[in-house]
């Protein structure tokens, strides 16, 4: 046990301040909508006490290792093993766990060859209890959520956030509201949502609607907004990057690659980069790069068109659902992480996002289509000279290849794009095949098969 992650029983022990990204006001309490009193710009975690502490690196490395052998459920958890730089909890059955993080990291030899990047790897996030990255998230809010006494969970989501928001909620004895798009998330986010118990409504509207009425409900009643506005969101999530620079032994990759929607992940990662080199845990910082569809493109405009100073929304059309988001709220944060870590931005058609994620399938691994945009951004990145031959590249696979069939099931049958527009993609396309129930039948598709 490191003295932070401590508390004297009975005693409110807080490790952490709040701070407003705008006016750099701090306070030790946050209202509901998780805006600044002041000047209503976005809330982060910050740990003043981390000085007084005096975190010794070597120490703590060696805890978080330690902790990988003993059977109690937060140490098991790939998030709460690293609960020395999260907010504190008073007792460890606190923490509504589902095992969380522990994701795995791959190399990706065919993606290699593809990009001409050697040493490139991804980390699944979609390898979680739920299937994406939400999770890591989602067991630190819930938890705060639970110990400030809440009986009701709510979000807006584009489909992962919902399915993990009700999974937790359901695990934690508490209740779940859910607004998603109607019609513009996939099945099978939906139906988690509605297997654990959220009460779910689809709203005629798109995401950033969905998201402007929560902040609205979160004024008027009493229920905990699990949206990634709310920091303690982010700081469980920024726990994956101290994950991948245990995983590289504390090397850390020249790279790391997240798509972009409402821009939190990658903000809890660049924060995570930026608390790792502050407390001398690694001595260089990899660049961190943001990849949108081009139809969702708000940070790409916001960077070209004004410098990064204003926001410019934009109406998000995009087969990658999860990342159909035209408002992003927490924009200037992630402006924030790609200037002080020396990271890019970059737009993929829909096209690179079909072909990339066929060609993360053909690795055995998989993903959902807003993952891939992570290749299709690599392959950018490389012909503009900002990601060389030679450097270490990260990819931040964010869901499960399970979470869209439909996406998947449409590109291999050649539903997804005009006739002329798939030409290059053929090989790639894996269509099923119905026959007869004959031996023959079957032998001659094997023919045809070793053959093409
Ligand atoms: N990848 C996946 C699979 C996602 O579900 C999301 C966001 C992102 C990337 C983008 O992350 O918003 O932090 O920039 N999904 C949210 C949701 C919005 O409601 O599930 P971000």
Known sequence: MSTLSTSTPGVRYLNYQFRCIGCGNT????????????CGDLLEITYPYWKEAKLDGAQVKFIWQDRKISTSAVDLSGVWRFRDVLPVIEREEQAITLLEGNTPIYDLPRCSIITGVTRLFAKHQGLNPTGSFKDTGMTVAATFARMSGFRWVACASTGN??????????????RSLVLVPEGKISWSKLSQALDYGAVTCQLRTD??????????LVRKAPVYQLNSINPFRLEGQKTLAFELMEQFEWQPPDHIILPGGNLGNSSAIGKALLEMRDL?????????????AEGANALVRTLRETGGKQLISVPAETRATAIRIGNPASWKKAIHVLEATGGACEQVSEREI???????????????????????????L???KFVKPDETVVLVLTGNLLKDPDFTIDFHRGDMFAEKETAGLNPLRHPPIVLDASLD?????LEQAEHS
Request: proline share 2%; hydrophobic share 45%.
């Open 27 to 38: 306070t030790e309490t946050a209202a509901q909508d998780f805006r600044c009193a002041n």
């Open 161 to 174: 956030t919902s399915a993990s928001m009700a999974a937790y909620a359901a695990r934690g004895g508490m």
């Open 207 to 216: 995401f950033d609607g969905c998201l402007k009425l929560l902040q609205e």
């Open 280 to 292: 001398g845990l690694m001595s260089t910082l990899p660049k961190l790069s943001i990849v949108q």
């Open 354 to 380: 079909a072909q990339a994620k066929a060609e993360i399938g053909a690795e055995g691994l998989g993903c959902e289509p807003a993952s891939a945009v992570t290749l299709a951004g690599l392959k950018k």
């Open 382 to 384: 490389v012909k503009r």
């Open 441 to 445: 039948a079957v032998m001659r598709t």
